[in-house]
C-alpha cells in the first residue's frame, strides 16, 4: 500500500467507523449472541479488524483493504433480512463506501 493510498484507505475508515448506521459492523459478531454465524459466514470481518490489518500494514494494495470492507457487506447480505435494522444499516454503508471510494479512483 503506497503512503496516499494508505492515507486515503484510513480517511474512509475514519468516516466509515463515524456514520450513524456502522454500529453493526464495529467489532466481530459475538458467536454466543449468534451461534450459527460461524457455521453460515466462512470469512467473518468487521471495522476494527480492517483497523488493525491496516494499522498493521496487513494490506499490500488500497484495493486489497476493498475487498475486506466489501467483505462485511456481502456477510451482512447472508445473514440478515434486506428489511431489518442490521441489513437495511448494511445497505447504507456499503453504499457510503461505494460513494467515498469511487472519489480516491
Ligand atoms: C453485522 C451483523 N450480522 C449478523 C448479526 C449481527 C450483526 N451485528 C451485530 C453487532 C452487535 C450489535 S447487534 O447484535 O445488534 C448486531
Redesign the pocket.
Request: aromatic share 34%; proline share 7%; hydrophobic share 45%.
Given at each position: 500500500l503506497i503512503n496516499k493510498e494508505f492515507a486515503a484507505a484510513r480517511t474512509i475508515l475514519d468516516e466509515m467507523e463515524l456514520h450513524e448506521d456502522s454500529?453493526?459492523?464495529l467489532?466481530p459478531?459475538?458467536t454466543k449472541?449468534?451461534p450459527t454465524?460461524k457455521k453460515v459466514i466462512k470469512k467473518p470481518m468487521d471495522l476494527s479488524t480492517i483497523r488493525s490489518k491496516l494499522e498493521g500494514g496487513s494490506y499490500k494494495t488500497k484495493d486489497d483493504f476493498s475487498v475486506d470492507v466489501r467483505l462485511i457487506f456481502d456477510?451482512?447480505e447472508t445473514?440478515?433480512e434486506d428489511e431489518s435494522p442490521?441489513g437495511r444499516a448494511?445497505h447504507n454503508m456499503r453504499a457510503y463506501f461505494d460513494s467515498q471510494w469511487a472519489d480516491l479512483n
Open positions: 454500529w453493526p459492523f467489532l459478531v459475538d449472541q449468534f454465524y456477510n451482512c445473514f440478515n442490521v448494511g
